[in-house]
Each structure stands twice: as C-alpha cells, then as structure tokens.
C-alpha cells in the first residue's frame, strides 16, 4: 500500500483526500508508531487538545475521512489511545 502525505494532503494508492492541519497531524503521528497504539495523553499533549471530548471529535473526523480508504483506519484501544492500522 502507497501511503503519501504532502503538507495537507493525503493521498493512498492514488486516490487524495485533503485534511485539517490538526487532522494530518494526528494521522502522521499514528502512522509514525504504527503498528504501535498513541495513548490519548500522548495525542492530546501533541496537539495542545484540552478534552478527551475534542480529541474524540477529531478522531471521528480523522475516521470519516480515511472512510474512502480501503485498508488504512484509526482502531480504538480502550483506556489506553488509538493505532492506525493499515492492510494491504
């Protein structure tokens, strides 16, 4: 799988999906330590995030917009942070 990241845009096996500054972040970070998990306080203090309910929102964003993608998602891992997960 082909996974490229150039300022705000994301693009995997061709197909392009521009993010958030914040969003991209994120998704580089999770990428980054992929297979490993990010726990929630390791994204929040990345991303001056002040409430697991605005890091919720933006994982949920993050998720919607890697929908298009087949093979590449956010996993949740309860009480303890988020992996990307990416399959061939």
């Known amino acids: 799988m082909e996974i490229e990241t150039n300022g705000n845009e994301l693009t995997v096996n061709g197909k392009v999906e521009t993010l958030r500054y914040q969003l991209m972040s994120m998704f580089n970070q999770l990428k980054d330590a992929s297979p490993k998990v990010v726990t929630d306080n ?10 697991r309910h605005t890091l919720n929102q933006n994982i949920s ?28």
């Open 61 to 88: 964003m993050l998720r919607k917009s890697l929908s298009q993608f087949d093979g590449v998602k956010v996993v949740t891992h309860s009480k303890i942070g988020y992996a990307l997960k990416i399959t061939n």
């Open 42 to 51: 390791e994204l929040m203090t990345s991303h001056s995030i002040m409430s």
